[in-house]
Nanobody, 124 residues
Framework: QVQLRESGGGLVQAGGSLQLSCAASGRISADYVLGWFRQGPGKEREFVAAIAYNDNTYYADSVKGRFTISRDNAKNTPYLRMNGLKPEDTAVYYC??????????????????WGQGTQVTVSS
C-alpha cells in the first residue's frame, strides 16, 4: 500500500506561481502513471496533468501552457509547477498514481493511490 502526501500549496496572487510536490511512503514502480487532479469549491474532482514512465505528459486544456508536470526519477513521484495562476485555479490539489495505464486516463476512478490534498488559493 502506497501512501501519498502533497505539499507546496498556499495563497498566491493572480499571475503568481507555485510548485507542488508529492511524497510517497515507498518507491512507486515505473508501472504507475503519476497524475495531478484538483477539486474546486462545489465542483467535481477534475484531471490536471499526468506523466508516464517515459516522461510523456498530458494536460487538461485549462492548464496547458501554464502548468508543467515532472517527476523525481529516484522515487517516481510527481511535481506540478504552476505559473500564471488564475482565481479559477483555486482548488484542493491531489497527486495520484494509476497502475498500468495504456493511455492517459483523466477519470479519477482509474487511479489507485491518492494523497489527501493541498489547498491552492489564488486571489484576484
Amino acid at each position: 500500500q502506497v501512501q501519498l502526501r502533497e505539499s507546496g500549496g498556499g495563497l498566491v496572487q493572480a499571475g503568481g506561481s507555485l510548485q507542488l510536490s508529492c511524497a510517497a511512503s515507498g518507491r512507486i514502480s515505473a508501472d504507475y502513471v503519476l497524475g495531478w487532479f484538483r477539486q474546486g469549491p462545489g465542483k467535481e474532482r477534475e484531471f490536471v496533468a499526468a506523466i508516464a514512465y517515459n516522461d510523456n505528459t498530458y494536460y487538461a486544456d485549462s492548464v496547458k501552457g501554464r502548468f508543467t508536470i515532472s517527476r523525481d526519477n529516484a522515487k517516481n513521484t510527481p511535481y506540478l509547477r504552476m505559473n500564471g495562476l488564475k482565481p479559477e485555479d483555486t482548488a484542493v490539489y491531489y497527486c495520484a498514481a494509476g497502475y498500468r495505464h495504456y493511455q492517459f486516463e483523466v477519470e479519477p476512478s482509474k487511479y489507485d493511490y491518492w494523497g489527501q490534498g493541498t489547498q491552492v488559493t489564488v486571489s484576484s
